[in-house]
């Protein structure tokens, strides 16, 4: 071995790294961007806050309370509370097209009212707002996925009361924003949230083709978490309350928990998987299990227990749960696991990214940004990792695969939540925006249309078998049914064939598989020379067995095309990696005219039948029967 090849994995993992490192501070730098934006936009004016044990208090009582028990607050995350907090800002002049901003969606109940003060010191109500997720969301003033209300317009002398209590965590990060402003910032918001959701999704769907094509158990595990956790970020930001479930206030209440729990049960069963940790020491198999259990325990008991204790709960386990991998895997990885190296990153990342998530929620620490931010980067740069893990254990055709559905699903979720923007921005823009719409309005047109051909090539891709470019059995399977149907109706004979390459296991023991391969893509080559009616179907069944589809056509017919194939692969010479090699085929064939809505399977049972009778008798023959 060549120094050079004994320094390319390093080589290569270095390379890994930088694009990884390179994907997380591309995200960090927009989340650093957006929360800049969002700290431009902080009231400028004193905020006053009160906290309410008694949870008594309304908007005549409150008045009562000694102007010297209203704290002033430098910030509003008040952790787990169940207390009424209060919350009291004097806005000297209020501005036209103004809109107020609570940036977190997750309170339960907000009231606020918008009033002014008369010369003998009493209170004139101007406006007032009953807000939360407890109701239904088509209540809210303004139709978003944060809480936003408009301030009465130019307004001297005006005080903003602000009443909140929420079983959850209780943040109250209070903004203030031009219309035209936050348009601007919504656009970009969306535009992250979009990359989240279109990488999260992609990644799950193309975990499902995975499981479809491979049936391992661990892909559809992968894209569990994957889906999982997707679902609990749009809960937490209130995407999920807007786009998925708006008319039922009972399960937004619940869904952060549920989906929390799920998130975590789906994550450990699949490291589990990934790791092997059946093969290796017992008690690593015991941990695993019983979190795995606990979680799948709690997201079932979400449904009918207390949020504010399940959610107690679900940080508990998240600050437990990491810790547990990551140790697991950076046990494996100082044992020469590659996979585990990958894993070892990947919970680094996600246990920095949770820990600061469970601190801001348990009012530990103040941070400068919103800390699901700083969870959604750690979680697409963790999803990244996993997914190198796992690419280490399949063929760059399926890596190159995944890319391909990656893409095509972030294109299509980017364009849906565009469009939807875009709506929204032509009701509520400006006159001077209106050229930006009418601009954005054709690239998204443009979009959606590379979209539609994105879907239709997938869909091509989804019937074929990509090494051969014959239709796949699944094609095959829905195909049969109809041309059995077209002989029964019409009564036209309908012939079935199967055919193996002879030998084709100890071709690839002998040459390799890249030799098998090449074998393989000849062999449909001759096959579509041979067999080339319009109506005829050829498909790859499996492995190195075809099946041929012959409508209207006798059993002598059949036999003599076969026949004509056999002898065209027996003189067929394959050159693949320097070698030449020579191929025979067998194939068994029947054909009738299909009387009952089963006799297509049982002719392809009976085809199978020859097909063994052909190898029986030597190979390299065609065996014919009526069924």
């Not at 090449?518 to 096959?527: E, G, I, N, R």
């Not at 025979?584 to 009976?606: F, H, I, P, Q």
């Amino acid at each position: 071995m060549t120094k050079a090849t004994e320094h390319e994995p390093l080589y290569n993992s270095l390379w890994l790294v930088a694009l990884v490192a390179g994907f997380a501070a591309i995200m960090l730098f927009i989340v650093a961007s957006l929360g800049s934006s969002t700290q431009e936009q902080s009231i400028e004016q004193q905020i006053f806050h009160y906290h309410d044990a008694s949870n008594e208090l309304d908007l005549v009582t409150i008045d009562q309370i000694d102007e010297r028990e209203w704290i002033e607050s430098h910030h509003q995350n008040f952790g787990l509370s169940s207390a009424s907090e209060w919350l009291k800002v004097d806005f000297p002049v209020s501005k036209s097209n103004q809109v107020l901003e609570i940036d977190y969606a997750m309170l339960d109940s907000v009231q606020l009212w918008f009033r002014t003060k008369n010369d003998d010191g009493s209170y004139q109500l101007i406006e007032s707002y009953q807000l939360g997720d407890t109701l239904p969301f088509e209540q809210r003033p303004i139709i978003h996925d944060k809480f936003l209300v408009p301030l009465p317009a130019e307004l001297a002398g005006m005080q903003l009361l602000l009443r909140t209590q929420s079983k959850g965590p209780v943040k109250v990060p209070l903004k203030l924003w031009l219309k035209t402003d936050y348009i601007v910032y919504t656009a970009s918001h969306r535009l992250f949230m979009g990359l989240f959701f279109g990488y999260m999704i992609t990644m799950g769907l193309i975990n499902i083709f995975l499981y479809v094509s491979t049936r391992k158990i661990t892909f559809i595990t992968y894209a569990g978490y994957v889906f999982c956790f997707a679902l609990l970020i749009a809960s937490i930001h209130g995407l999920g309350y807007r786009f998925i479930w708006p008319e039922n206030p009972w399960f937004q209440e619940r869904s952060t928990a549920i989906f929390a729990f799920l998130t975590l049960s789906f994550i450990l069963i699949f490291t589990a998987q990934i790791l092997e940790l059946k093969k290796l020491k017992f008690k690593y198999r015991i941990v695993f299990n019983f979190f795995s259990v606990v979680c799948v325990l709690g997201a079932i008991i979400s449904f009918i227990a207390p949020y504010n204790i399940m959610i107690k709960i679900v940080l508990l386990m998240l600050l437990l749960v990491i810790p547990v991998i990551l140790m697991v895997s950076l046990r494996l990885a100082y044992k020469g696991s590659a996979i585990a190296k990958f894993f070892s990153a990947a919970w680094m990342v996600l246990l920095f990214s949770g820990l600061a998530a469970s601190v801001d929620n348990f009012h530990w620490l103040n941070l400068p940004l919103d800390s699901s931010y700083l969870l959604i980067v750690g979680a697409m740069t963790e999803t990244l990792l996993l997914a190198l893990a796992v690419a280490t254990s399949y063929s760059v055709q399926r890596l190159e695969a995944k890319s391909a559905h990656l893409e095509a699903a972030k294109n299509e979720l980017n364009a849906m939540q565009a469009q939807d923007e875009l709506l929204t921005l032509q009701k509520q823009a400006q006159i001077d925006l209106e050229e930006q719409v009418r601009d954005r309005t054709k690239e998204f047109e443009e979009a959606l249309a590379g979209l539609s051909k994105v879907n239709d090539e997938l869909q091509g891709m989804s019937e074929t078998d990509t090494l051969t470019g014959l239709s796949n059995r699944r094609f095959f399977e829905n195909h049969i049914i109809a041309e059995a149907a077209r002989s029964r109706r019409e009564k036209q004979a309908l012939a079935v064939a199967l055919l193996d390459i002879d030998h084709f296991k100890q071709i690839n023991d002998t040459y390799g598989h890249q030799c098998g391969d090449d074998c393989l893509v000849a062999f449909a080559k001759t096959m579509n020379k041979i067999v080339k009616r319009p109506g005829d179907l050829l498909s790859r069944y499996g492995g190195e067995e075809f099946v041929v589809l012959l409508p209207n056509t006798s059993l002598e017919g059949a036999k003599n095309l076969l026949e004509e194939l056999r002898v065209a692969v027996e003189k067929l010479v394959i050159e693949s990696q320097g070698h030449k090699i020579r191929l025979t085929v067998s194939a068994g064939v029947t054909s009738r005219v299909v009387g009952g809505e089963e006799e297509g399977n049982k002719m392809l049972a009976y085809a199978d039948k020859l097909l063994y009778q052909a190898k029986k008798d030597g190979r390299n023959c065609v065996k014919s029967g009526n069924f």
